[in-house]
């Protein structure tokens, strides 16, 4: 069992940054690979970043702006997020992968309560 709390959400200008953080809880947080996904009112569930055994995925519109990390001493997990966009504006939710495919939100079956991120142009 694993519980995820992310925060560092806010209202930010275009341009700006902000870093997000995901808090776990429970033993076996370390073997989990884990996501961040995003979702805007009336659209699926959008991958942003996934990290696995120290590897690193993003979706192609946050590629060169956006870092994920994790730091498995203090159960906790990062987005870094530069260079930010109106259309980055979204609720931002850490998860946590027991499928096959880091993309797919069906594959993650741990997910925090979400942190809004707001982007002003």
């Known amino acids: 069992q694993v519980q995820l709390v992310e925060s560092g959400g806010g209202l930010v200008q275009a341009g700006g940054s902000l870093r997000l953080s995901c808090a776990a809880s429970?033993?076996?947080?370390?073997?989990?690979?884990m996501g961040w996904f995003r979702q805007t009112p009336g659209k699926e569930r959008e991958f942003v970043a996934a990290w696995s055994g120290g590897s690193t995925r993003y979706a192609d519109s946050v590629k060169g702006r956006f870092t994920i990390s994790r730091d498995n001493a203090k159960n906790t997990v990062y987005l870094q997020m530069n260079g930010l966009k109106s259309e980055d504006t979204a609720v931002y939710y850490c998860?946590?992968?027991?499928?096959?495919?880091?993309?797919?939100?069906?594959?993650?079956?741990?997910w925090g309560q979400g942190t809004q991120v707001t982007v002003s142009s």
């Open positions: 998860a946590a992968r027991n499928g096959n495919y880091y993309f797919r939100s069906s594959d993650y079956h741990y």
């Open positions: 429970g033993r076996t947080f370390s073997s989990y690979p």
